[in-house]
């Protein structure tokens, strides 16, 4: 018991509590709030606003070129070197917003010209041009304060912005309609931005721009190869929208498909919370490598066990919960949402954890071979499995894809971690 009591006390010192706690209040916020608006909105116009924001949610995936990954992993790396932190930021942060005046182009281009199967989706596209902008410089704020440890900070810098966004979402939505949305985005970013900036004091841009040396090269290499692979990962998700609204382009339908997917996607917040946390250490200690094989088992045992239970109460309970939050028009979404529900434990347990301890080891191109695997997989899996049996195929086809990636990922994890320890050395694992 006292050992125990030592544990959550170090988890409560160095501000585990307060992210789990923070991402915890957003989920609910998130899935309350998202329960109100789909009785605010109608189907039709959730489903307008589901297509728009899924093609938004692929340009973005390209947003500064992954440099938020790079600017994690090397500034975790020269932990306690201040100056070093701010020269890799400013230079990082400057590149990044360069980067998204492409996205930028992208949005406004597909926005006026690109055909597109529900035209009513054409001005929220229009609308979400300038986004790439503030998000990215939102993102690079809470880098900075997970970079150095500040989680408590982190966890407020969340919690205010999910705030924020419900509150102007769902008041604007009585008048702008799906609009209020892309209204609410804005609007939480920009003044999450400027809480990080005049409250916590975050400062980005240096007017020194001294640079980074050698490591501009690493840095830039992290970024690209990151970006590869979190955007082939995040395209599992965003392809199952994008080739129902091919196929089947009814806004019931998208709609159906999005609800089905809020719970088991909210829940994601706890593998993201938990490796929030965990990534600065890992990153910081990826040559010691009893101390990761130690930390990894523990944390899949007790940790695979709550999604266990998380996932059975789901499916068991799925109509239930499908009925009394989405109402009963949405109760075609009960199939995929169970198959969804499955999906969590398998993702949340073994892939997410595997592939972000994959880049503390530096074992970037394996991340990228299992990217391009999973990607290949998931065009194959929903060419054919929507075709066959429709939502409920994108969603079989989404299980597929982070099952086979989980596998890959977790075994090539647990032979890394079972080389021999070699702190003396500085050789990095590339992989």
Request: hydrophobic share 50%; charged share 15%; net charge positive.
């Amino acid at each position: 018991m006292n050992n125990i009591m030592s544990k959550v006390k170090t988890l409560l010192k160095t501000g585990f509590f307060h992210i789990f706690g923070a991402s915890a209040i957003n989920k609910v916020l998130a899935f309350l709030c998202n329960i109100v608006l789909l009785h605010i909105i109608s189907k039709p116009e959730y489903g307008v606003f589901t297509y728009a924001w899924n093609i938004y949610s692929i340009v973005i995936l390209f947003s500064g070129m992954g440099i938020t990954s790079g600017i994690l992993q090397l500034c975790s790396e020269h932990a306690g070197d201040e100056e070093y932190q701010k020269r890799a930021t400013d230079y990082g942060t400057r590149f990044g917003l360069r980067v998204n005046l492409l996205l930028f182009a992208i949005l406004l281009g597909i926005g006026l010209f690109a055909p597109l199967k529900i035209e009513k989706s054409r001005m929220i596209l229009i609308a979400t041009c300038l986004m790439p902008f503030v998000q990215l410089y939102f993102e690079l704020i809470n880098i900075n304060l997970r970079v150095k440890k500040l989680n408590s900070r982190f966890a407020k810098m969340q919690l205010s912005n999910t705030v924020i966004f419900y509150a102007v979402s769902l008041s604007s939505a009585f008048i702008l309609r799906e609009m209020g949305l892309v209204v609410g985005h804005y609007v939480s970013w920009i003044a999450s931005i400027i809480i990080g900036v005049f409250v916590f004091k975050v400062s980005l841009l240096s007017s020194k721009r001294e640079s980074i040396g050698s490591d501009k090269g690493a840095l830039l290499k992290i970024s690209l190869i990151s970006m590869t692979n979190n955007s082939l990962s995040h395209l599992l998700y965003l392809l199952d929208v994008f080739v129902l609204g091919i196929v089947d382009p009814q806004e019931t339908i998208l709609a159906s498909y999005k609800a089905a997917t809020l719970i088991p996607t909210a829940l994601t917040f706890i593998p993201a919370s938990l490796m929030t946390y965990i990534y600065p250490y890992f990153a910081q200690h990826r040559l010691d490598k009893k101390w990761c094989r130690k930390y990894y088992r523990m944390t899949v045992l007790g940790f695979g066990a709550f999604n266990m239970l998380v996932s059975g109460v789901l499916v068991i309970l799925a109509p239930f919960i499908v009925k009394y939050t989405y109402g009963a028009q949405y109760l075609d979404c009960v199939p995929v949402f169970r198959i969804l529900s499955v999906n969590y434990f398998i993702a949340a347990t073994f892939r997410t954890l595997s592939s972000n301890l994959l880049v503390t080891q530096r074992a970037l191109k394996f991340n990228l071979f299992v990217a391009i695997v999973s990607s290949v997989v998931n065009l194959i899996a929903d060419y054919f499995f929507i075709q066959w049996w429709g939502s409920v195929g994108a969603a079989f086809a989404t299980v597929l894809v982070v099952l086979v990636s989980s596998i890959l990922s977790t075994t090539y994890l647990i032979i890394l971690l079972n080389k021999k320890d070699d702190k003396s050395k500085e050789t990095e694992v590339r992989s």
